[in-house]
């Protein structure tokens, strides 16, 4: 029953910027242990791109380190990402990513595409 919904993905020029917005409603009885993005290119694997951990700081891809910026708000279970200075290697679908742990589980957003032309 737990949902993300995405929001905020679409075509951008090399250089440009985008915000991607990710909202998680539902049946959520557990603590979240992290929320964030990740992406996946046609024929690669899914791979990590920021993420926010409860109770410590922001992590990046070294990819995008220096060039996105993520941020949660805890208390509405919502996690956004700002990328600057987008480049044609960041063209992908970003999926939303909500963690538990203790077990491990992960929800996922139906996900969102990113195009970035040169």
């Known amino acids: 029953q737990v949902q993300l919904v995405e929001s905020g993905g679409g075509l951008v020029q090399a250089g440009g910027s985008l915000r991607l917005s990710c909202a998680a409603s539902g049946s959520i009885f557990f603590s979240i242990n992290a929320m964030g993005w990740y992406r996946q290119a046609p024929g690669k694997q899914r791979e990590l791109v920021a993420a926010?951990?409860?109770?410590?700081?922001?992590v990046y891809s070294d990819s995008v380190k220096g060039r996105f910026t993520i941020s949660r708000d805890n208390d509405k279970n919502t996690v956004s990402l700002q990328m600057n200075s987008l480049k044609p290697e960041d063209t992908a679908v970003y999926y939303c990513n909500m963690r538990k742990t203790y077990p491990r589980y992960d929800y996922w957003g139906q996900g969102t595409q990113v195009t970035v032309s040169s």
């Open positions: 926010v951990f409860s109770g410590g700081g922001p």
